[in-house]
Every structure is written in structure tokens, then in C-alpha cells.
């Protein structure tokens, strides 16, 4: 059967009670500073996950996932064994589910591209049980509580963005987000621009052991330099005094909460936006060291066109998806040009 002609009902053979929604996101710039107390600039983008569910009398939840037709069972309260089921059971274990629940998955967001689809349906199955009375959470303590999902139950030790995002961004605005307060801003994308992500089709296939491994990287870093994390680092010198790679990896966060700063500054223009993207794509290739190199063909032939502003690789990074930020109403035009002389098996996914 198609996933589209499924549904709960079909699934699981009685009616659900609760449903929610929460979007994939696209970060714009601030990348791999969000777990060291740093600034970051994301927007959703339009694809959103949905989470129904409905008590099943039962002591174990089932889960299916429509988009990979995939079911998994397993005792209230504990871990799935594997896959996408682990979000849903992390949520449902975090956010309180006593008794047997069905859940039925549905989502539009891209899976493996950096844009967050594991955010959106960790956010979704919370906000689902806050629908259905169990879980009493607003929605920073659901983000909260999605990033402790990622931690003990799917073994990534992932900062706050993504789950923020997903929780407070709309795809008309930028996300300012100082991941350490939580403190935050709605702003407008900058005048006369638009955000276009093209998914590279290279599986991130290292990205949770090199995301474990960059993250131990800077917090020895900041050890090394004797600050709380390198959002406190105020002399840039000491940075360039630290053995390689360390000093790569902080160089980079350091650099990156400064471009995120002045991003944010009033009457920013898109022109000065995209080069700070650019700097920021040149410093996540050579001094972090998680990009690809097809990905980074993509971002050297939108970086090309005379319609882009800036472009870079967006999320965890090692393949996935690039963001450009391009001339209004030029997305589309921009990705055929681009796509139509990548080498590898890319794909537009916003405008969706
Ligand atoms: C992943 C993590 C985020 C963030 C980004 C990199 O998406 O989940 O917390 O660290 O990588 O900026």
C-alpha cells in the first residue's frame, strides 16, 4: 500500500485522539556553535512532520512510519531497538507516556540532508502527547526535552538549535538564538532575498561519530584555554596557540559567533549576508572539516552565480544539503542552473 493511502486508522484499526505538527529547519548561519554556548540564525523551512496517536490498552507503543513503511513495537518506557522509532520512543518515554500509545508518522521533511527531520519528529510526538493531556510543557521545555532524546536515546550529543528551531521558527523569519540563554529573536530574512536548499545526495554517512568527535574537540579546546565554553573566549590569540586541529575547531566557533553577530546587526544587507555565509562555508570546510567534497562542488557553483548572495553547507555537515541565500523570486531559476552542472545526484527541496 502507498504510504499516502494509509492512515492511523488503516495502520492500526481504531480512531486516534491527538495529532501535532513541527518543521523541518534550515540553518542560514552559526553552524557547530550551538554546544558551546553560541549564536545561531536558523529558519524552518515549509516541510513539517506529523505525529497522530491514540492509548492502545496495551503495556507496549507501536510505532509506523509511513514514509519509510516501517513499524516497531516495544515496552513502555524503554528504547526501540533501531531507526526512526527511536525518536518517537525517546519522546514518548521523556514526555511522560504511562500506557501503550500508537503512533502513526507521516513527513515531508527531507530524512539524512541536515534539515532536521529528527528534531521535527521528536518535536511533533511531544507536542502529540501535549495534545492528548499527557505531557504538560511549553514550547522551550519541549525543545528541551527533544534534545534529551537525542542525548539518551539516540546516542548524538547534539546542541539546542535544531529542537528551538523546530519549536519557534516559521519559514518567513530567521531564528536568533543564543543557545546558552535560550534568549531569542524573530527577524526578517535580509530585503530582497531568498532562501534556497539543494540537498547534495551525499548521505551523511559519518555524521554522528564525526559530530561526537568535533564536539569532544572544542570542549578541549576550551579546556585548554581555560573558558566555561569558547563563547567566552576573548582573545583570539590564544585560539592560534593551540595544537592542530584544536586550533582549526575553535578558530572556527570563534569566528563563526562573530559572523553570526554582525549578520544580525541592523540594515545588514543580503550582499553582506551572503559573503558572511561564504566565510562561513570556507571555515566549515577547512577548519572544522565537515564538509564533502560534492557538497562542495554545489556551493562553489551557487557561490558562481550571479544571483546568489552567499552559499555554504548547512547542519551537521559531512554531505547533506547547502543553503543559498539568492536574488527574490530567483530560487528556482538559480537551483536548475546549478543542478544542471553538479556532477552528482542533487535535488532543490526549498521552495518546496
Ligand atoms: C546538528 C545538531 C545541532 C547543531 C548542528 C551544527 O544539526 O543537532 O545541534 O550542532 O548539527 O550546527
Redesign the pocket.
Known sequence: MKSAEQSFETVFGHAPEATASAPGRV?LLG?????QGGL?LPTAIPQQTTATLARNGTGEHRVYSADLDEQASFPVGENAPSGFARYVAGALALGGAREGLDVFVTSDVPMGA?L?SS?ALEVATLRALRALGVLHADDEQIALLAQRV?HEFVG?Q?????QMASSFADPAHMLFLDTRSLERRTLPLPAGAEVLVIDSGVPRKLAESG?NERRAQVEEAARRLGVHELRDVTDPAAVEALPSPLRERARHVVTENKRVQEAVQPGVTAQRFGELMNASHTSLRDDYAVSHPRVDELVSLLQAHPDVFGARVT??GFGGAVVALVREGQARAVAAATLARYSGPGRRVVPG
Open positions: 540553518n553552524e557547530h556553535t550551538d554546544y545561531v541536515g532536521s528534531a537525542e548524538v547534539s546542541g539546542i538549535m535544531d559530530y547542519g551537521a
